[in-house]
């Protein structure tokens, strides 16, 4: 596989994992910068202005946000189909990405991940409990309800594995690694799918380099994921100190 496509991103954001997803699933070949955001140096402002991951490079030419990302990569690359061919499955597949993307982004990374991880070893502060007790008892059951309204018994959205079950399961991925497993009483769809997800051959190749780095500290995670096989770029951006979220203003 020759590596026309070259990704900045971490393994552990779900943002990255939908764009790995959708180049492992469509065939193409990609090296990747696996660096954390917050620690990313002058030249990754200037390839990235929100100072947010993934950032994709093609030649010249840079592409920021993962949905416009998977986009670009559909469009150049239809062959594997990631988008519902019907107008109205498409515009739903999309919303449903961006409820992921905002909705759960907001609740499994902002509300549990950052705050029982990333805040903690990265920028040395307590976990706020009473954030993350919102986002496990209220927020996540709430995002279950209506997934479970909507999610199939059996299969995935719309026939064949698309950018919504990607995205969706992408988010849960994340939530396992807070050591949060979706109550299958409750919500027996949403658990049986995130499952379906999982098992994707995609899925489960890249989890191989998510739980490698989960308790490791920056600065080694690329000699061991280098000895673990991940397609490594050759000029990796450099790691500033950290710094918090240009996007989260208060
Ligand atoms: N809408 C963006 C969101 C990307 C995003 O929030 N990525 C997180 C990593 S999980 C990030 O880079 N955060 C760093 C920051 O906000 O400073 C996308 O879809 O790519």
Redesign the pocket.
């Given at each position: 596989m020759s590596a026309r496509y070259h990704v900045i991103g971490n393994y552990l954001?779900?943002?990255v994992r939908k764009v790995l997803v959708v180049l492992e699933t469509k065939g193409l070949g990609y090296t990747i910068d696996p660096i954390a955001?917050?620690v990313g140096d002058e030249e990754f402002t200037r390839l990235s202005p929100l100072?947010?991951?993934?950032v994709l490079i093609d030649g010249e030419r840079v592409v920021n946000?993962?949905?416009v990302i998977c986009q670009y990569l559909e469009e150049r690359h239809p062959e594997v189909p990631l988008y519902p061919a019907d107008i109205g499955d498409r515009a739903q597949a999309r919303w449903l990405e961006e409820y992921a993307?905002a909705y759960l982004?907001d609740v499994v990374?902002w509300g549990m991940f950052f705050q029982q991880g990333v805040k903690r070893f990265l920028f040395g502060e307590p976990t706020d409990e009473a954030v993350v007790r919102r986002a496990r008892e209220e927020h996540l059951p709430r995002a279950l309800d209506y997934l479970e309204s909507l999610l199939p018994a059996e299969g995935f959205l719309f026939g064949a594995p698309s950018i919504a079950d990607i995205s969706i399961g992408s988010f849960f991925r994340n939530a396992t690694y807070v050591r949060y497993q979706i109550d299958a009483q409750r919500w027996p769809r949403a658990a049986a799918f995130v499952e379906r997800v999982f098992a994707l051959p995609a899925f489960s190749r890249l989890a191989t380099f998510e739980v490698s780095i989960m308790r490791t500290p920056l600065p080694e995670q690329r000699a061991l994921l280098a000895d673990l096989g991940a397609p490594l770029g050759e000029h990796p951006l450099r790691m500033g100190s950290p710094r918090r979220?240009?996007?989260r203003i208060e």
């Open positions: 954001s779900p943002y955001p917050f100072r947010r991951i993934p946000d993962s949905s993307d982004g990374i979220s240009m996007m």
